[in-house]
Structures are given as structure tokens and as C-alpha cells.
């Protein structure tokens, strides 16, 4: 099953964003959404002095491997990130949050969609794949 469409509407609405966050928490699966939205609101982040701390933060939080909640990306996105991460260069998270929407949209987005207490919070498009 592609969730692509089925992960967009989560994001588009804040509820069911939450939702999915809290979903997430209770399976201890949180670190792709977190690092998603983070590297989402660096992109967003207009001076280079304001994406080099934010990129510190990131780092310390996602990637580092003694990190709270570290991502599992692969060493052809790892390694490259983790040579290019303090430059400030807009798109240098570009490659890790492919990956962790890929992970969103293939592993947490199906449960997500297919557990019961949530039914009642999805839009009509969720209980036609629930059907």
C-alpha cells in the first residue's frame, strides 16, 4: 500500500498530526516525525548564522550516534550530511528527510491508519481504505 496521499492529509491537518505524534510516542517510534518537522522548520530558517545553530541542534537531537532520538538513515545519507551538516547550506537535511518520510509513509503511516482508536479523527479518504 503507497500511504503518500494518506500521509499527506496527516500532515495537512494539525489534529491528526498531533494524533500521529502521540501515536508514535506511545510505540517509542517518535524520531522520524520529530526530525522531519525540525529539519522541515531549518529549511524555513532565513540566515545562514540561524541555520548553522539550528543545524547544531539537529545533529545533537537526530544524528549523532549518542543522540536521544537518532534517526536510522543510511551511511549514503549519514555520511554525506554528517561532512556538509555545519555549512549552513539550505538543503543539507534535503536527503535525510526523504528518507525519514519514506519510513513515515511505508512504516508508521499504516499502522497509524489502520488502528481503531483513531477512526473517528480520520478524513472520509481513511475510512474508504479502512473499508
Do not use: D, E, K, Y
Given at each position: 500500500m503507497n500511504s503518500t496521499p494518506y500521509l499527506d492529509e496527516i500532515f495537512a491537518d494539525a489534529h491528526l498530526t498531533n494524533l500521529f505524534d502521540k501515536f508514535l510516542q506511545e510505540r517509542f517510534c517518535e524520531e522520524n516525525l520529530a526530525?522531519?518537522?525540525?529539519?522541515?522548520a531549518y529549511k524555513a530558517l532565513s540566515s545562514e548564522a540561524e541555520r548553522i545553530a539550528?543545524?547544531?541542534?539537529?545533529?545533537?537531537?537526530?544524528?549523532a550516534s549518542d543522540a536521544q532520538l537518532e534517526?536510522?538513515?543510511?551511511?549514503?545519507?549519514?555520511?554525506?550530511?554528517e561532512k556538509s551538516i555545519f555549512t549552513g547550506a539550505e538543503g543539507v537535511f534535503d536527503a535525510a528527510i526523504i528518507d525519514c518520510k519514506r519510513m513515515l509513509e511505508w512504516d508508521s503511516a499504516p499502522g497509524f491508519i489502520?488502528?481503531?482508536s483513531y477512526l473517528g479523527s480520520r478524513p472520509l479518504s481513511f475510512h474508504l481504505l479502512s473499508s
Open positions: 526530525f522531519f518537522r525540525a529539519a522541515t539550528a543545524a547544531r541542534t539537529i545533529f545533537s537531537n537526530f544524528i534517526i536510522n538513515i543510511p551511511s549514503t545519507t549519514r555520511v554525506p550530511l489502520a488502528h481503531g
